[in-house]
């Protein structure tokens, strides 16, 4: 009977001791598990800590490298007029240092492209501002101008319906236009706003403007402007930069054919407007096109888009500079 009770209590003690050893096993690998648990977390929060460092890093390297892009840019703008003036030319064209694309310049650990754009060579959307409010609606100027855009609209295949509301939104009067839109419209919206019933302050603010859906903005803004706001009405177009689209769109009755615009193209550059005339598959047209004022060979204002970029981190600066003499300016800067 001894035997008996003191090989139970051997046993019991023993499944003790193992179920012990078993719980303290079973604890430390849940310690070990949280602990490389943590271990893992933590570094992961390190590297996404690190990776937002880096990041932040870049991207404002990639904005500076953007933004010299821009002072390059104005650089070269004056520096050609410095040129041309020592030349005694009045005249820009695309053959110019200007004109001509920079693409990923390296400076330190990034790399910048630089693209000038000549917004006189584009219609301007103010000009529409200027004659609604200087001049009577049934306007020979203001007519002719509207006739321009609704020639510029069917050759890039949107709906001209769409001037009515770009003419009420520069308009200074609640009149709203058949297809147009005026203050009650864009009150009702989901997200209502003020129309603005003056000139545009920036190309991007014409998507405000009702019907001018993205896809209509990216169709439409290489070949419009809104500089500058000249108050008088219609700002010259220079035919030296002008692409073929906008030539076109230059007579209001339609008569520059894709062929007349293939024809100013090649006789490019003009020193002149009164130069036009070399193209003699205009007939009268280049005479009407300068006695209305409706052509230039010289621009003041351009468009500049400068990216920056370090690592896979891309900045994008959009400019306009104004240039008067060799002086510039900058008028509008936007950061993407």
Not at 188 to 204: H, I, M, Q
Request: proline content about 4%; some cysteine.
């Amino acid at each position: 009977m001894r035997m008996t009770w003191s090989c139970f209590y051997q046993l019991t003690t023993l499944m003790k001791r193992q179920d012990e050893e078993g719980i303290a096993l079973v604890i430390t690998l849940l310690m070990v598990a949280l602990l490389v648990t943590l271990i893992l977390e933590f570094d992961v929060s390190t590297r996404n800590e690190l990776k937002a460092a880096t990041n932040f890093r870049d991207g404002m390297k990639a904005s500076y490298l953007a933004k010299a892009g821009v002072s390059a840019a104005q650089a070269i703008v004056a520096e050609d007029a410095r040129i041309d003036k020592m030349f005694g030319r009045n005249y820009d064209t695309l053959f110019e240092v200007w004109a001509t694309p920079l693409p990923n310049y390296p400076i330190g650990d990034g790399a910048v492209s630089v693209q000038v754009t000549d917004e006189m060579g584009k219609l301007n959307l103010n000009d529409l501002a200027a004659l609604t409010e200087g001049e009577a609606s049934d306007s020979p100027r203001l007519l002719d101008h509207i006739s321009r855009f609704e020639h510029l609209f069917e050759l890039l295949v949107l709906d001209t319906r769409l001037l009515d509301a770009i003419l009420d939104w520069v308009d200074s009067d609640e009149r709203q236009r058949k297809d147009g839109a005026e203050a009650q419209y864009y009150g009702e919206l989901d997200r209502p706003y003020v129309t603005k019933n003056g000139p545009f302050d920036s190309l991007s603010e014409l998507r405000l403007v009702k019907g001018i859906t993205e896809q209509v903005f990216e169709r439409l803004s290489p070949f419009v402007t809104v500089y500058p706001h000249d108050p008088d009405g219609v700002t010259p177009v220079n035919i030296n930069t002008a692409d073929p689209v906008v030539l076109q769109a230059l007579d209001e009755q339609g008569n520059i054919s894709t062929a007349l615009a293939g024809d100013i193209l090649q006789a490019r550059p003009f020193q002149s407007a009164q130069d036009l005339n070399r193209v003699t598959s205009l007939g009268d047209i280049d005479e009407k096109l300068r006695a209305g004022r409706v052509i230039e060979v010289a621009s003041s204002y351009f468009s500049v888009r400068a990216v920056g970029t370090v690592g896979e981190t891309s900045k994008i600066a959009k400019a306009v500079i104004k240039r008067d003499g060799e002086k510039t300016e900058l008028m509008y800067l936007r950061m993407e």
